[in-house]
């Protein structure tokens, strides 16, 4: 069975997944448009329109993006991804993902990669995240969702420059 990267039926009570729209370009950067959700990122000025308009085109792209609400409220918070799938490897990647700073140090992001990584093992063993070496916040969230850090290489994102990041891993439990 193929990966499905872009379900339509990804919800919990803290946050529903709605797969990405053309059409969705102006909401989602007006949370963008935060500098302090850039500033540890490896491309720290994706805050500035013509930066996200080029990762706008790349979620796009990638049919394996979303949008992010929050469930109580319905307000966009902000995105996430599946990419790389890889079906040899056995692997997904989940990433390019970022929340709204009003629901920094809540449960939003926790929520939002348990429901991507719930969907990732229905077919993988594996879930990669790539993080930029200086980003220490989400380095830091990543791990308490039990990933390893398992390598460190140079990431060149969608239409940027190359930037060292991190490698994390999650591998599925036997039980799930």
């Given at each position: ?91 997904v990647a989940i990433g390019y993902t970022f929340i709204a700073r ?25 879930v990669l995240f790539y993080i930029g070496s200086n980003n220490i ?39 799930t």
């Amino acid at each position: 069975m193929a990966f499905e990267l872009q379900p339509v039926h990804l919800k919990n009570d803290i946050v529903t997944l709605v797969p990405i729209l053309p059409t969705d370009f102006e909401d989602l950067y007006a949370v963008a448009s935060d500098p302090l959700i850039w500033e540890q990122h490896p491309n720290p000025n994706r805050y500035q329109r013509e930066v996200f308009e080029k990762f706008f085109e790349g979620a796009i792209l990638s049919k394996g993006a979303f949008m992010v609400y929050d469930t109580q409220t319905q307000k966009l918070i902000g995105t996430s991804r599946f990419y790389e799938y890889d079906e040899n490897a056995n692997t997904v990647a989940i990433g390019y993902t970022f929340i709204a700073r009003e629901c920094w140090g809540k449960n939003h992001n926790r929520a939002l990669k348990t429901i991507m990584l719930n969907h990732a093992f229905k077919y993988v063993n594996s879930v990669l995240f790539y993080i930029g070496s200086n980003n220490i916040r989400s380095q830091k969230a990543i791990c308490k969702l039990g990933a390893v850090k398992i390598d460190e290489k140079p990431i060149e994102y969608y239409s940027e420059t190359q930037k060292l990041n991190f490698v994390y891993e999650i591998k599925k439990h036997k039980n799930t």
